[in-house]
């Protein structure tokens, strides 16, 4: 049985400096701690300079998620001193935590709806709480949005950042949530 300190956890962490988010991804991913930074590939034109370029843009900003036990996420900041510090979960007054299931979740759904921005407001209006039940991201659960007549899977983390993708309505079953 793992030793609690041992034990790793889902972590959000603010960047300190505007556009730090790929350099601490970078950062950690040399030293294989596992993270998650949401970006999209853009392609910038560049007049007078030759052409373009394609560029990794982050699309939330200045937000990493790193999965690591506690004292190392801690070490990260007072000893490597990386430009971060962690969010704390207003109810817990803790470093916040994200579930495993919810961020394999989030990372399907916005990995699957890249071309669609992958990420959204909070939405105005959720409806019932589903499970996609085929396709690619069947086991994922979030809640269904209807828009123009379209049907997409909604998943949140912790409240404060939100990812969808267009599904068949066919594919989502009502479940209930805890």
Same mark, same amino acid.
């Not at 979030?142 to 949140?156: A, D, N, P, Q, S």
């Given at each position: 049985?793992?030793?609690?300190?041992?034990?790793?956890?889902?972590?959000?962490? *603010?960047? @300190?400096?505007? %556009?730090?988010?790929?350099?601490? *991804?970078?950062?950690?991913?040399? @030293?294989?701690?596992?993270?998650?930074?949401?970006?999209?590939?853009? *392609?910038?034109?560049?007049?007078?300079?030759?052409?373009? %370029?394609?560029?990794?843009?982050?699309?939330?900003?200045?937000?990493?998620?790193l999965r690591a036990p506690k004292d190392l996420a801690c070490s990260f900041v007072a000893d490597y001193r990386l430009p971060m510090q962690y969010l704390i979960d207003c109810a817990t007054h803790k470093m916040m935590v994200v579930p495993d299931k919810e961020m394999d979740d989030f990372r399907r759904v916005f990995d699957y709806a890249i071309d669609e921005g992958g990420l959204i407001d909070q939405p105005v209006e959720l409806d019932e709480p589903v499970r996609v039940t085929e396709g690619p991201l069947?086991?994922?659960?979030?809640?269904?949005?209807?828009?123009?007549?379209?049907?997409?899977?909604?998943?949140?983390?912790?409240?404060?950042?939100?990812? *969808?993708a267009q599904i068949p309505r066919a594919w989502l079953e009502k479940i209930q949530l805890f």
């Open positions: 049985m793992a030793e609690k300190d041992d034990i790793q956890h889902w972590f959000v962490a *603010r960047t @300190r400096y505007f %556009r730090q988010e790929i350099k601490i *991804r970078d950062w950690l991913t040399v @030293r294989g701690i596992e993270n998650f930074v949401p970006t999209m590939q853009t *392609r910038i034109s560049r007049p007078g300079k030759g052409g373009s %370029r394609t560029t990794e843009k982050p699309l939330a900003p200045n937000l990493v998620f069947k086991g994922v659960e979030g809640h269904v949005l209807e828009l123009l007549g379209k049907y997409y899977v909604v998943v949140g983390l912790s409240g404060f950042l939100w990812a *969808r």
